[in-house]
């Protein structure tokens, strides 16, 4: 081993970084070398001194009041993250009830428009025909003359006395609308018929004039 | 009973989900080995604490940013810290507050006591052997302490410096060198006093 091997690895003697086989060799050069050796002396002194030092600060550790702040912010971090799991629930519950509601209401208006009201229902003939006689002049003939009419399919039997009669001219279709047969050929004639209607307005028979039952009968 | 042992990793997703247990026996494990480092670097017990306090903050409010492809928990530790200590003496190099003179290094009091005498030269030995660690330029002074008072071997240092053996023991070679001459004048300093001269 030269002084410079010895500069490099010589220092190491007495530890685990170098051989045995290396240590025996430093030592066998500071024995032959005074500036080596001294260098060697030297070095031992500082590690010496080294020694005292690390043994001050051998059982270091950081004081307790570390591990408490540290648990603190821990368990800071740990309850916003309840919080907002929590919120999150109340929010995606909250959500869900609104949708639920909305889902509703929305199902029952689309329903109620599917379904008309049950006394629009009982009076098609009603409407239609007034809505198609709209057009037409009706003339109030006589409320007590209720001989000779067709009666309405479910019309109830009418007392004289609370019917009404009306002449009305309307399209021979209409007819249809009230539930009678319509011939389909004379189908957009205009005709004159008498309708016996009842107090509540509903039509509850029908009388054709002669003029119209001959020129296209009700079937 | 035995307790099982837990892997640094497994104890690290614990604490991330909040378990304190896990985060105490993680702390346990690795607190000492970084406060020493870092107060073997400073020369400072608050530095120390203050430093070692961050970063297992670090670990607490960023636990995704440890990665273990890259190593272990320890070694991931470490790195903050040696980080957090650079930074630390790049900002004052040689800040040592006089409270920190009062301080004793290793946080403890001694539990025996010989004599009077024999502790304050103790003390006045440690303190100057500090001094003239703390005077290194710090790469030469980690090498030191990773290679001397830790007793790690060149590979263990290296690894823990994120730097080649080779530029270890020249670290180490050039520290060594600057910690003798310090430590001679002191001794110097220290014999003409006793003389006299």
Avoid at chain 2, 115 to 139: G, K, M, N, Y
Wanted: proline share 5%.
């Amino acid at each position: 081993m030269n002084c410079e091997e010895f500069q490099s690895i010589g220092l190491d003697v007495g530890t685990r970084r170098i051989t045995p086989e290396e240590q025996a060799e430093a030592a066998t050069h500071a024995s032959t070398c005074a500036k080596c050796a001294a260098l060697a002396d030297s070095w031992d002194a500082a590690r010496g001194e080294l020694a005292v030092f690390a043994d001050a600060t051998r059982s270091a550790e950081a004081p307790a009041r570390v591990q408490m702040r540290l648990l603190q912010e821990l368990r800071a971090q740990k309850r916003p993250h309840l919080v907002y799991r929590r919120g999150g629930v109340i929010a995606a519950w909250g959500l869900a009830a609104a949708a639920a509601i909305v889902a509703i209401v929305s199902w029952q208006s689309w329903h109620s428009k599917e379904k008309p009201p049950q006394t629009r229902i009982n009076l098609p003939a009603v409407n239609v025909s007034l809505e198609q006689s709209s057009a037409a002049e009706a003339v109030l003939i006589a409320d007590e003359d209720t001989g000779n009419f067709t009666p309405l399919p479910g019309a109830l039997p009418i007392d004289s006395d609370t019917g009404a009669v009306y002449e009305v001219r309307m399209q021979r279709a209409s007819l249809g609308a009230l539930g009678l047969p319509v011939n389909e050929e004379g189908a957009s004639d205009w005709i004159n018929v008498d309708l016996l209607v009842a107090d509540d307005g509903t039509p509850q028979g029908v009388r054709l004039h002669e003029d119209a039952s001959q020129s296209a009968p009700v079937q | 009973m035995q307790v099982p042992y837990e892997r640094d990793d497994v104890l690290l997703r614990r604490a991330a989900k909040g378990e304190e247990a896990a985060f105490t026996e993680l702390y346990r494990r690795h607190q000492a080995s970084l406060y020493r480092y870092t107060l073997r670097m400073t020369g400072s017990p608050w530095s120390a604490e203050e430093i070692v306090q961050d970063v297992f903050m670090t670990l607490i409010r960023q636990p995704k940013k440890y990665d273990a492809n890259k190593g272990e928990v320890g070694a991931f530790l470490f790195g903050i810290t040696r980080n957090r200590v650079m930074k630390h003496l790049e900002r004052s190099p040689r800040e040592v507050s006089l409270d920190d003179e009062n301080q004793p290094l290793s946080g403890k009091e001694p539990a025996d006591l010989l004599t009077p005498a024999f502790w304050a030269e103790r003390r006045e030995r440690v303190e100057q052997i500090r001094d003239a660690v703390l005077s290194l330029p710090p790469e030469f002074r980690e090498a030191v302490v990773l290679c001397e008072l830790e007793e790690l071997s060149y590979e263990e240092a290296a690894a823990k410096s994120g730097c080649p053996i080779g530029t270890i023991r020249s670290r180490l070679h050039r520290g060594r060198a600057l910690l003798m001459a310090r430590l001679e004048l002191f001794r110097g300093v220290q014999r003409r006093a006793s003389t006299g001269d």
